[in-house]
């Protein structure tokens, strides 16, 4: 039976601070605000320019870091940016940014951050079949002209405009929809709380997220109860823990688990966040 006593020492929650690009996501609530930004700082600490991109339209990433926060950067440690995006608009900008050695993303509540990700996929494919189309128009002008002869009028000079401008689109495309599978440079980082709701959206999102071939690098179980924490309540919620830790274990064994405690206090400012980071990048993934 799976239970949150010490396990064996797999994987260190720090082997993300090797990915360029990683996201923090889940079912709203789960505290992966809290855990992004904790890890951006921490980020920063390693020596590293990291820009936080909140994309969540509730944007409570100010909150967190106690700072002013629009949709330019704005620096709220030595080398640590955040912003406010809208995520419709603007997220694939900062997807291919090089300014930013990296980019810790705090996304929107899971499904419309699944729609997201799956965008550069969905849209290549369709750009592709309107690339497809144009070239077809261009060639039938041109047989046109060929049978028409000067009835057809002067041939257009120079390249198709709107051939270039999808073309250029798509590479766009096809290079962001590159970095979103390469497990060496993005990791996807679920944010779980162990009861049965965050459970269900998480297994259904891992199962999307394969389908796209979006490496997922971890999965944070927060606010589980310290060990040392009594008291018949907190037994009783202990025992249904344990039950929501199990399904985890068993429904998301193929990738690192991380157990976050439950603290006493609120997380808010950089201090406190730098000393949640700090206990994160040393957690070892739970057998």
């Not at 890890?39 to 339209?57: E, I, N, Y």
């Not at 002008?141 to 028409?148: C, F, H």
């Not at 590479?171 to 980082?189: C, I, N, P, W, Y």
């Amino acid at each position: 039976m799976f239970t949150i006593a010490e396990q064996p020492l797999v994987e260190s929650a720090s082997q993300l601070l090797h990915r360029r690009l990683v996201f923090f996501g889940g079912k709203g609530g789960t505290g992966k605000t809290t855990l992004a930004a904790a890890f951006a700082l921490q980020s920063a600490d390693d020596g590293k320019r990291t820009l936080l991109v909140s994309t969540d339209t509730a944007h409570s990433t100010s909150d967190i870091l106690e700072a002013e926060l629009g949709p330019e950067p704005s620096l709220v440690s030595a080398t640590c940016w955040a912003l406010e995006i809208d995520p419709e608009q603007e997220t694939a900008r900062y997807i291919v940014s090089g300014t930013f050695d990296r980019i810790v993303f705090d996304t929107a509540p899971t499904g419309q951050t699944l729609r997201l990700l799956s965008l550069p996929e969905l849209m290549s494919a369709w750009i592709g079949g309107l690339i497809s189309s144009r070239k077809k128009v261009n060639s039938l002008s041109r047989m046109w002209r060929k049978v028409a002869g000067a009835a057809a009028g002067d041939e257009p000079s120079g390249a198709d405009p709107v051939l270039e401008a999808l073309e250029d689109r798509q590479k766009r495309f096809h290079h962001t929809r590159q970095l979103l599978t390469d497990s060496g440079e993005t990791a996807f980082v679920f944010v779980v709380t162990p009861e049965r709701l965050p459970i269900a959206e998480t297994e259904k999102a891992v199962t999307t997220l394969v389908k796209y071939r979006i490496p997922v690098g971890a999965v944070f179980v927060n606010r589980v109860l310290p060990p040392d924490a009594e008291s018949d309540f907190l037994d009783r919620r202990r025992e249904r823990e344990t039950v929501s830790l199990e399904r985890i274990q068993q429904g998301l064994e193929a990738h690192p688990i991380y157990i976050v405690r439950l603290r006493d206090g609120d997380v808010v400012g950089v201090d406190s966040l730098m000393q949640l980071g700090a206990e994160m990048l040393q957690l070892r993934s739970e057998e």
